[in-house]
């Protein structure tokens, strides 16, 4: 149950394209379409973003869009705003666990 | 619509006992698994157990295995979080979710409820 490996930090100017990345493994990633996106606020309750890799929850903006390849996903944002500035997490689930990546704090200049 | 209200932490002494409720409403509750997802303070996000929508089975993550405990009343709308043993690491908080929009995404999540373990 390893964690999976994004950046610490990304940042971008408003307007803006950024990309985050989330490395696994063929055990996790590699294996499963089952890979969501979390974006949290301080002091606040985790928010999906997306999930199965491509698919928005409704209510999510565009901007947010996913993508997979072999044991690596990302999160692209484009046209970035000021209150996208938050910390992103992916996560992978696998059979019976969830596994999680270790966050990354997107700053927005 | 879906709501998690989850309630039970508080600070704790090491080696004690707590029992963490997630009371649901806004959905047909027997019919989805709840997750417990855990998160120390500046820390990511650690997953920490699942429970099936009908409690017969049950997983945890290797670092809590033999002592935590999930279940659920379904007549209660109610899924608990029992820890045993606790550590000054365990200090975090914790959120119960629910799997949806598929059986493989924790889609929905409540506010938390904060565990703090300290002598």
């Known amino acids: 149950q390893s964690a999976l490996t994004q950046p610490a930090s990304v940042s971008g100017s408003p307007g803006q394209s950024i990309t985050i990345s989330c490395t696994g493994s063929?055990?996790?990633?590699?294996?499963?379409?089952?890979l969501s996106w979390y974006q949290q606020h301080p002091g606040k309750a985790p928010k999906l973003v997306i999930y199965?890799?491509?698919k928005r929850p409704s209510g999510v903006s565009d901007r947010f869009s996913g993508s997979k390849s072999a044991n690596a996903a990302s999160l692209t944002i484009s046209g970035l705003q000021a209150e996208d500035e938050a910390n992103y997490y992916c996560s992978s689930y696998t059979e019976t666990i969830v596994v999680f990546g270790g966050g990354t704090k997107l700053t927005v200049l | 619509q879906v709501q998690l209200v989850e309630s039970g932490g508080g600070v704790v002494q090491p080696g004690r006992s707590l029992r963490l409720s997630c009371a649901a409403s806004?959905?047909?509750?027997?019919?989805?698994?709840i997750q417990w997802v855990r998160q120390a303070p500046g820390k990511g996000l650690e997953w920490v157990a699942h429970i099936w929508y009908d409690g017969w089975n049950k997983y945890y993550a290797d670092s809590v295995k033999g002592r935590f405990t999930i279940s659920r009343d379904n007549s209660r709308n109610t899924v608990y979080l029992q820890i045993y043993s606790l550590r000054v690491e365990d200090t975090a908080m914790y959120y119960c979710?629910?799997?949806?929009?598929?059986?493989?995404?924790?889609?929905?999540w409540g506010q938390g409820t904060l565990v703090t373990v300290s002598s």
């Open positions: 063929s055990s996790d990633v590699g294996s499963s379409d089952s």
């Open positions: 806004g959905f047909t509750f027997s019919n989805y698994g």
């Open positions: 199965d890799v491509t």
């Open positions: 979710a629910r799997v949806g929009p598929t059986v493989t995404t924790v889609g929905y």
